[in-house]
């Protein structure tokens, strides 16, 4: 059998920044990387909006300030972002802090769908050459754990040390792992909101900050802005008892030719549980089943006009002269968000809503479609042994899949934790 110092699954950012460290500690070392996908994928690949602020994707459980810029300095040297200019917020600023909301200014770069597929492919031809093998198309199945050896749907490999980073779709592999090898975890927080689309007109602030960042009361905020040429898709999810059910999301190409002045981004709603309800994946799955339950198979979209006037939404909706641009997710049902939402995350998102209109106005617009559900699980947080998120001897769980980060920046940076770990306890 084939045996590697090290084995990391999932070529997302968490992976690829732990191979990077790794080559530049130990060049000897004898790595593979291995993703269910054909593509070197994760989300690099979809819209690649890097953030580079502390705390935009650091969750703060595992990350501080200093040691977050530490890393961030770390992963800027690999990605070589183009930091974008940002103009003109103080108006916002102050507005929203009369409002009891906050604009984080946050340094950022945007490669879109299309550059951040270049970008992927210079960052794996780098650690090819660095001596990185990648198995593209290959499943993850299982740990032996004694015998250190990775089992996928073709074969079995030794490992040394085995990162897995497999990201939120990962999320219900990494839960199967982490009973198998009794590692101890919770998954109490969730974040559940709508994604928002409107003609860029009517939130001209993205012209000024690519993706800016609102933090409302009761726990909203804005979250994965697109524009320019940008576009709602949706994601296949799978319940714990194998239902699939779809979460919308948004992503923006840079090629101009796709230019169509619509803007998107998520209001999330971070909900916390407590006992006696422990898991927040199991609720959210309730919530996602629901809405494609009512959506019959697909998500729910409605225009705020329809909202407002406590109307479902119809087709008709949607072809009418009253609202002048069309889905960019077409094949959404169109349906009455507030049926199936709960009513404390509704209300939340809502008043979030109103603020945002207030700050910048526009967004309230009739026209505008609101998207439901957007679901963020990555929250499964696992009881580490140390600093570098080792949860069992040899074996690295990072990136979102478990809660280490929240973005591309944060997975990358607890990649290189996870590596560096893997070199101390080595020496
Ligand atoms: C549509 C979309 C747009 C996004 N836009 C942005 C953005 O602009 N900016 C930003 O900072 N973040 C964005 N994100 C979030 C970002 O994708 C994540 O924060 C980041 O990719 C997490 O990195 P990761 O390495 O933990 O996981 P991922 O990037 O998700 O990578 C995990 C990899 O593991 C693989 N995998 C999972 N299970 C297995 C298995 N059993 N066997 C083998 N391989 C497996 C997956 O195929 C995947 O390639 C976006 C996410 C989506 C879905």
Redesign the pocket.
Known sequence: MARWDCII????????GAAFKLTDLKPDSKILI????KY?????R??????FTFPI?FPLEYWEQENADYYLQQVMKILKPPVMDKYNLDIYEKRALKLHARLLTVSQA?LGTDGGLILIKQLVAELEKRGVEFSLG????DIDYDRKVLV?RKREMEYGDLII??????FK??QDIMNRLEISYNDNIVDIGIRVETREELYPIVKDYY?PKFMFPEKVRTF?T?SNAAYV?Q?KYSSHDGVEYFSV???AWSNPEKTNNLVNFALLKTIKLTRPVASGQKFAEILGLQANLCGGGKPIMQRVGDFRMGKRSIKDTFNSDLYNFAPTLSGCTPGDISLIMPYKIMKSIWLSMKLLDTITPGILHPSTIMYYPEIKM?ANKPEFLDNHFQAKKNIYL?????GT????????A??IRAAEGIINNNN
């Open positions: 699954v999932g070529s997302g950012p968490a992976g690829l291995i993703d269910r996908e070197s994928t994760g989300g690099l979809n819209d690649c909006k890097m953030n994707g945007h290959e499943e993850v199945t996928s980073a497999p990201g939120r779709k990962g592999f990494l993706d994965c697109n898709v994601e999301n948004g992503h990555y990072i990136g979102d899949g478990a980060s929240r973005g591309i920046t944060g997975a990358w607890s990649g």
